[in-house]
């Protein structure tokens, strides 16, 4: 079975806190990806990378940097966390080839910015 | 207008009923379509994937791909109440396995 593991389930922060939030998939995807889940929005993209060292901006990458030095993890990095950060932060990972593959999600980090 | 559209519902069905849930996606060239079931406070789970016309089915789930029209569908046969989540669609235009995703539809089973 795939395993997608997120550092942390719950984190409160205080406005201006850094925040690092971790990612490790144990089924050498080459495919990581960084969302966040709001009511009535869904899941929004924020970075995705598909090899070590490279990534990719999603549909809202501002006020987000990302990290990802070995295949395995994938960092997300609010550097000066903002109360409209407080969200539900889910990873993905999958596999590439020649055909599409699924999407596995880690349990997810829910961050509340105070 | 959005990539993925679901009506947010909720849906509800009353257990042992087949539940209906329907995606609309915008772009024609989109290749693959993916059905997750996520509960309340918890990561999406993936279900169904589809990539071809016509219909998939696996137990008490079938996935229904109607590319001309561009609507991906979901039934559940045999409602349960374990069935109760949001159900989110998900679409893949081909490019880095990056996914689209609607906002998802609750579905309530009744006892």
């Known amino acids: 079975d795939v395993k997608v593991t997120q550092s942390s389930r719950y984190l409160v922060k205080r406005t201006g806190e850094k925040v690092f939030l971790e990612c490790v998939q144990d089924?050498?995807?080459?495919?990581m990806f960084w969302y966040r889940q709001d009511p009535g929005l869904g899941l929004r993209l924020i970075y995705f990378?598909?090899?070590?060292?490279?990534?990719e901006k999603g549909d809202i990458p501002e006020g987000y940097s990302v990290s990802r030095e070995k295949k395995e993890r994938f960092s997300l990095i609010l550097e000066s966390t903002s109360t409209n950060q407080t969200s539900m932060y889910l990873c993905?990972?999958?596999?590439?080839?020649?055909?599409?593959?699924?999407?596995?999600f880690g349990p997810g980090t829910r961050l509340t910015v105070l | 207008q959005k990539e993925v559209e679901q009506n947010s519902g909720p849906l509800s069905v009353p257990e042992g009923a087949i539940a209906s849930l329907n995606c609309t996606y915008s772009?024609?060239?989109?290749?693959?379509f993916f059905w997750y079931r996520q509960y309340s406070g918890k990561s999406p789970e993936l279900i169904m994937s589809?990539?071809?016309?016509g219909d998939k089915e696996d137990g008490r789930f079938t996935a229904q791909l109607n590319k001309a029209s561009q609507y991906v569908s979901l039934l559940i046969r045999d409602s349960q109440p374990s069935d109760s989540a949001t159900y989110l669609c998900?679409?893949?235009?081909?490019?880095?396995?990056?996914?689209?995703f609607g906002s998802g539809t609750k579905l309530n089973v009744k006892p």
């Open positions: 089924m050498d995807h080459e495919n």
């Open positions: 993905a990972s999958s596999s590439s080839g020649p055909w599409f593959h699924e999407q596995f």
């Open positions: 589809i990539y071809s016309n």
């Open positions: 998900a679409v893949n235009k081909g490019n880095f396995n990056k996914f689209y």
């Open positions: 772009d024609r060239g989109s290749q693959s």
């Open positions: 990378s598909y090899d070590v060292k490279m990534k």
